[in-house]
């Protein structure tokens, strides 16, 4: 089993800034990835920003320069940093974590940490 704790959401106000946090815990091992993505009221979940245990990141085009994902692979930690927040970023965040086995990557998803952004 893993499971994948979350923190840091919140209410900010518009050029703001917030830091999440996820620690996942269970049976890891092997390459794996781990990241953040989003969901806002009415769309689909989409990516935000991972990185992989052999030191590759990837953003989401839009979120690049204000979104800085950092992490340890080897605590199974992430973290992002999120800077000149906009009202449009208000969304539920989850921690992502995949674990590649069999040819194929298998995913595991935190419980989800509400950020609003608002005056």
């Known amino acids: 089993q893993v499971q994948l704790v979350e923190s840091g959401g919140g209410l900010v106000q518009p050029g703001g800034s917030l830091r999440l946090s996820c620690a996942a815990s269970?049976?890891?091992?092997?390459?794996?990835?781990m990241g953040w993505y989003r969901q806002a009221p009415g769309k689909q979940r989409g990516l935000v920003a991972t990185?992989?245990?052999?030191?590759?990141?990837n953003y989401a085009d839009s979120l690049k320069g204000r979104f800085t994902i950092s992490g340890d692979s080897g605590k199974n930690t992430v973290y992002l940093q999120m800077n000149s927040l906009k009202p449009e970023d208000t969304a539920v965040y989850y921690c992502?974590?995949?674990?590649?086995?069999?040819?194929?990557?298998?995913?595991?998803w935190g419980q989800g940490t509400q950020v609003t952004v608002s005056s």
């Open positions: 992502n974590l995949a674990l590649w086995s069999s040819g194929t990557w298998r995913d595991y």
């Open positions: 269970g049976s890891i091992f092997g390459l794996r990835r």
């Open positions: 990185f992989t245990s052999g030191g590759n990141t």
